[in-house]
């Protein structure tokens, strides 16, 4: 399979443009014109493959085998109010895609990027121990669009991360439909769910609000690759 004619930066390699690339243990990624297969398990113990506002809010830690990517410290959001806390993969954008993660929180939620532009436009799955009908701004899809977050999702849908054990979180957009749909734990049907056309394109990545947690086993798989947002 061949992959982008430009050079991919991951891992602290620079990506053949002819052929898959292992980059480390545990990382990899593949690529073809409009598409790319990304994933992490942080066995590797670098983070080349990721973008941080603040690296050294973050960093690999080890557990009875499993290593999984911890937040240190959370950051104040920013005004007008949203998050700004995240882990995104460097370098790729994308429309379409399917994102499939485990999270554990330290606190009382975690939350996942996508479509991200800039810090000012992207839409963000909230996943918490709070229901939205409890907290309103917890639990569900917000967007980000030059203003302070705001909901679009998932007011009644029940806790997506009810105890701090480790979860399975599963994020598919279809650009083309609109459709946003959030899994957890193998659920047939999403936790969240609603069409939205406000951004087709950006980067994804992993993170919280204004708490902490952990993330594995991160796999990101899309037909659309190198949109421009």
Sequence with gaps: ?????????????????????????????????????????FASGKLDGWQFPFPEDWAIKEEGGLRYLHMLRSRDPLVPRRP??????KGISVGSFALE????????????????????HFYYAHLSADPGAKVAVHNGVFLVDGAPRRRIAGLEAAPALPDRNWHKVRVERDVTSGWIKVF???????????????????????????????FTDFELSSNDAGCQP
Excluded at 23 to 28: E, I, N
Excluded at 84 to 89: E, G, P, S, T
């Design 184 to 214: 957890v734990d193998d659920e047939p049907q999403p936790r969240f769910s609603v069409v939205d056309n406000t951004f087709k394109c950006g980067q994804v990545g992993l993170g919280s609000f204004d708490e902490t947690g952990d």
């Design 84 to 89: 700004q806390q995240f882990a995104l993969i």
């Design 1 to 41: 399979m061949h992959i982008a004619r430009l050079p991919l930066l991951l891992g602290g390699l620079v990506v053949s443009a002819l052929a898959l690339s292992v980059l480390s243990t545990g990382v990899k990624a593949q690529r073809a014109p409009g598409k790319i297969n990304f994933h992490d398990d």
């Design 101 to 120: 993660t485990r999270v554990r929180r330290e606190g009382t939620s975690l939350l996942i990027v996508f479509n991200y532009v800039d810090t000012l």
